[in-house]
């Protein structure tokens, strides 16, 4: 027996038995035992697995037991495994000082991994001698003391190989310890920050043969000394740093390297005016991608590298400089990538003399011309091509006869015309990755096409017509990706009898398939299915209950009808819902609360009903869109659990009542539109406290990402294997198998427009016009700084128009038109620097407009009509009016009759009676006492606004006006 592997059992309660002992006898000649996630603390777990002694493990020499939960005496209870020699302890629970003597007693012991542990360092107890056996340490990845750590290593002097990951390795100490290991070959310091002198202190490590600093976030300018002294160097990874400046002469003396990468720094400098490339014979493997260097389209400065088969110049500037047409470059590259570089108007010349690549990378160049058929034709082992983001033009060649290496082949993003060639299998028969997409490709999908063993397949956005070839499910098994989308095609899309088994992500959107949706789109692998932008008809099917595994379901604008089925609600993973623009009736099924849904989007249809409480009982949803349908009632006040709620657009239906309260908890709203109801009722004053547009909002939902370079991928594993390189890096995933983008279409500048993306996620706004609002405007609304568009028109509001809008910095679009507003317009509404419309019009507002002046002096009279009192430019100028006091010096006829003495008498007595009578009325009713405070509070009021606008205001006014 060689290996048992118990797979992770952390969330699950079995225990775990003697029962093994019977099921699995011969243990004592196990050689590999994995014990994995278990979460043990016990150390006596071997016994417990029913292994018997642990002298019984004789032959033991692997044991892994990563994500459980021991603790340092571990080590001590497999003193007894005298043939154990790796030993794999990562995310464990292994604290304070590990003794060494423990791991002495290990004595074959050659590998011990103790990453993502928080232990303090290792002791060396008096008299104890140093550890001799152990060869390679693993260590980082958690809190602990990284100095302490990397000193405490002095008790392995014979380390040839450490590794210390994602950690503080900034201390001079740490530089002075790994120094001191002077037996190193392999130093992996990978996502740790150094010393800025660790470079030009590590020249005395002699026996160094590999140095990986990569993902450390290290910068400055790499030294000319120390580091270059390491005449064994042979690989050497500077990944991802911030280095910049030019690359020192001196790493020209490090003449065994084999392996170079400068990816992703900010390197300068003409590579031409290096001369260490002709020193560095042995080179084989060199990256410089992403830096700011500047490279020769002749690459001649490479002439002396002929063992050099892996080169990666992408992301730089590409010069011109003198080609030599039959120049023969001396090395055969197997890998060449130029992809997103500057300047690069042309293929470089070189290129026609290569014949053995395998991979080649020349995409998002904008290369004019012809697709460069000629690669495939000279390279005839060649794996993956990828092209993309260029500007080929043209039919698209194939070449003239079979390539039987090609797996990979991307030509998305060109322009590239005419018909899909017919006889794309047999030109390349081992193809499994084929994207087409973004071209000007027409015609028809040819049959042969179902002749490739595919997995991925992208012909999207472009003109291709006809039917799906009914054999393209049947030719291709594997096929787990397929995008059609945006084309003109119709007709059937499988054979009726063709259910491929293992296609995941369906999209058929932006075509002219008619006729009812088709039971054998309904696969139930299916994780995502966009149908949208068609012709379908009928209703939804309810077979649909069987898509259990449907995350994102899209069938939006086509021409659906009937109800929403109930069986929607047994896709118990989905998490977006897009039935948009269909002619949908009745209901939505209250089951749906139940589900995981983010994205809710149900916009013009003819659904009705009340709202229900279940549906405003989503925590996770994001968006909800039901606008534009026939709903009725109130909004119901359990929207407040609508914890997440970024989007909400109620607009265009029939609902009444008063906005409810509740809808001010939702905080991480962005866009509200409750447009077009019959909602009554006052302004909440709540709604100023809405922390709009935080660029928070979650716009766009990547659920599954691959690479689209997987032959890219295999490539660096076999070149890495066959030519024992100890250092690399695979790819992040760059190709987003189901991508969900938020689309909000919202009202805005007197326009309705459809936000997505980025785009979304800057914008905010709330519409509440054409209901029956009333009340004043509450200046608590100022405090929405960060809102964009703000529209309350077509309501009953009156009162003011608040002061405290003028701190609506970043406020675009405001309308109060076709309300009952009164007063005068806020001078201090000049302060709005990125108002672009503006309207008040219809309303009863009185004296000057603000001053043409900033934003205003773009608005013309349709801003403010319908307020005949308003004056000033581009209204009707304002002009003064001096009261004419006369007084009348002459004799005045006295229209008194009444003694003095006697009216005053008598109009106390008449004032006290009236007001005690005032007095015993109002606490007699209390209905009187209320209307009387309210009148009070009116004639109060009134009076205060009477001084504002007959007073304050023309000073405020005439003071503007001086300015400007």
């Not at 393209?472 to 063709?498: C, E, Q």
């Not at 109930?566 to 896709?571: P, Q, R």
């Not at 606490?923 to 004639?939: A, D, M, Q, S």
């Not at 109060?940 to 005439?958: A, C, H």
Request: glycine share 8%.
């Amino acid at each position: 027996m060689g290996t048992i592997e118990f797979p992770s059992l952390k969330n699950r309660s079995a225990p775990i038995d003697e029962g093994i002992t019977k099921k699995c006898p011969g243990m004592s000649n196990l050689v590999v035992l994995m014990v994995a996630g278990y979460g043990i603390n016990d150390t006596s777990f071997l016994s417990t697995l029913g292994l018997g002694k642990l002298t019984g493990l004789k032959n033991l020499e692997r044991l892994y037991l990563p994500s459980n939960d021991f603790n340092s005496t571990i080590f001590s209870s497999l003193k007894h495994l005298p043939s154990l020699k790796h030993l794999d302890l990562t995310n464990n629970d292994i604290g304070g000082k590990i003794e060494t003597s423990d791991i002495i007693a290990l004595s074959n012991l050659k590998f011990l991994d103790l990453q993502m542990n928080n232990f303090e360092g290792f002791v060396t107890t008096k008299g104890s001698r140093r550890m001799s056996s152990l060869r390679n340490i693993r260590l980082g990845g958690s809190n602990s003391n990284s100095t302490n750590i990397i000193q405490s290593l002095k008790s392995f002097s014979s380390l040839k190989r450490l590794s210390y990951e994602y950690g503080d390795l900034s201390a001079s100490s740490v530089t002075y310890a790994i120094r001191n290991l002077s037996k190193l070959e392999y130093l992996d310091l990978k996502g740790s920050y150094l010393n800025e002198n660790f470079l030009s202190s590590i020249g005395q490590i002699e026996s160094l043969k590999v140095l990986t600093m990569a993902f450390g976030g290290n910068n400055g300018t790499l030294p000319n000394q120390g580091w270059c002294e390491l005449k064994n160097i042979q690989e050497v990874a500077l990944t991802n740093n911030n280095f910049e400046g030019t690359i020192p002469s001196c790493l020209g003396n490090l003449t065994s390297l084999r392996w170079l990468s400068l990816h992703g720094n900010r390197f300068t400098g003409n590579i031409a005016s290096y001369p260490l490339w002709r020193t560095l014979t042995s080179l084989e493997y060199l990256d410089i991608s992403f830096n700011q260097f500047e490279i020769p389209l002749s690459f001649n400065q490479f002439d002396n590298n002929s063992k050099l088969t892996y080169l990666d110049v992408g992301q730089n500037t590409i010069t011109r400089d003198v080609e030599f047409k039959n120049w023969i470059p001396n090395f055969q590259l197997q890998l060449f990538v130029v992809e997103g570089c500057i300047n690069l108007q042309k293929l470089p010349s070189f290129l026609h003399y290569q014949h053995d690549l395998r991979i080649i990378s020349i995409d998002k160049n904008q290369l004019p011309g012809k697709f460069p058929t000629w690669l495939l034709e000279n390279n005839t082992r060649l794996a993956g091509l990828y092209a993309r983001g260029n500007a080929f033009i043209g039919p698209w060649k194939l070449p003239s006869t079979s390539h039987l290496c090609l797996e990979q082949l991307d030509v998305s993003n060109n322009k590239l015309s005419g018909h899909v060639p017919a006889n794309i299998s047999s030109a390349f028969p081992k193809l499994n990755f084929l994207n087409m997409s973004q071209n000007l490709l027409e015609g028809p999908i040819p049959s042969d096409i179902g002749g490739l063993y595919l997995v991925m397949l992208d012909i999207s956005h472009n003109l291709l017509s006809g039917g799906v070839p009914s054999d393209l499910a049947v030719s291709s098994p594997a096929l787990t990706y397929l995008r059609l989308s945006n084309n003109r095609l119709s007709g059937t899309i499988f054979s009726k009898d063709i259910r491929p088994s293992t296609l995941f992500y369906l999209y058929l959107n932006g075509n002219r398939f008619e006729g009812p949706l088709p039971s054998n789109i309904f696969l139930k692998p299916l994780i995502a299915l966009d149908a949208s932008g068609n012709n379908f008809s009928g209703e939804i099917p309810r077979w649909i209950r069987d898509n259990t595994r449907l995350i994102q379901l899209d069938l939006a604008k086509n021409h659906l009808e009937g109800s929403i089925p109930v069986e929607i609600c047994n896709l118990k993973l989905i998490q977006v819902l897009a039935l948009s623009e269909n002619r949908l009736s009745g209901p939505v099924p209250s089951c749906v609360s139940d589900l995981p849904l983010k994205h809710i989007h149900l916009d013009k249809n003819q659904l009705g009903g009340e709202l229900e409480d279940s549906l405003f009982n989503i925590s996770s949803l994001i968006t909800l869109d039901l606008g534009y349908n026939n709903f009725t009632g109130n909004i119901p006040h359990t929207i407040a659990l609508l914890s997440s709620l970024n989007f909400l657009l109620l607009n265009n239906n029939q609902l009444d009542g008063e906005i409810p309260i509740q809808i001010c908890l939702l905080n991480k709203l962005s866009i509200m539109d409750l447009s077009f109801n019959k909602l009554y009722g006052p302004l909440l004053p709540c709604l100023g406290n809405f922390k709009l547009a935080e660029n928070d909002a979650e716009t766009r939902s990547v659920y599954y990402q691959a690479s689209s370079r997987l032959a890219w991928l295999d490539f660096k594993s076999w070149i890495s294997s066959t030519r024992h390189y100890h250092i690399s890096y695979g790819f992040l995933s760059d190709f987003n198998l189901m991508d969900v983008e938020t689309r909000v279409q919202f009202s805005t500048k007197r326009n309705s427009y459809t936000y997505k993306g980025s785009i979304l996620k800057y914008m905010s706004g709330i519409d509440l016009s054409s209901n029956r609002l009333t009340g004043i405007i509450p200046v608590e609304l100022g405090n929405l700084s960060k809102i964009r568009a703000f529209n309350l028109s077509h309501n009953h509001i009156f009162g003011r128009i608040p002061y405290t809008f003028s701190n609506l910095h970043e406020i675009e679009s405001l309308d109060l038109s076709h309300n009952s507003l009164n007063g005068t317009i806020p001078v201090d509404l000049l302060e709005l620097h990125f108002l672009a419309i503006f309207s008040v019009a219809y309303n009863n507002l009185s004296g000057a407009v603000p001053p043409f002046k900033a934003q205003f002096s773009t608005f013309d009279k349709s801003s403010y009509q319908g307020n005949p009192l308003l004056c000033g430019y581009p209204l009707d100028e304002c002009y003064g009016t001096k009261s004419s006091n006369t007084s009348n010096n002459g004799n005045e006829e006295s229209a008194g009759f009444l003694d003095t003495d006697s009216f005053y008498i008598s109009f106390v007595v008449s004032y006290g009676a009236i007001l005690l009578g005032i007095t015993a009325v109002l606490g007699i009713n209390p209905y009187w006492r209320t209307t009387w405070f309210r009148l009070v509070e009116v004639l109060m009021l009134n009076s205060y606004y009477f001084l504002l606008d007959n007073v304050v205001m023309p000073i405020k006014n005439r003071w503007w006006r001086n300015l400007g």
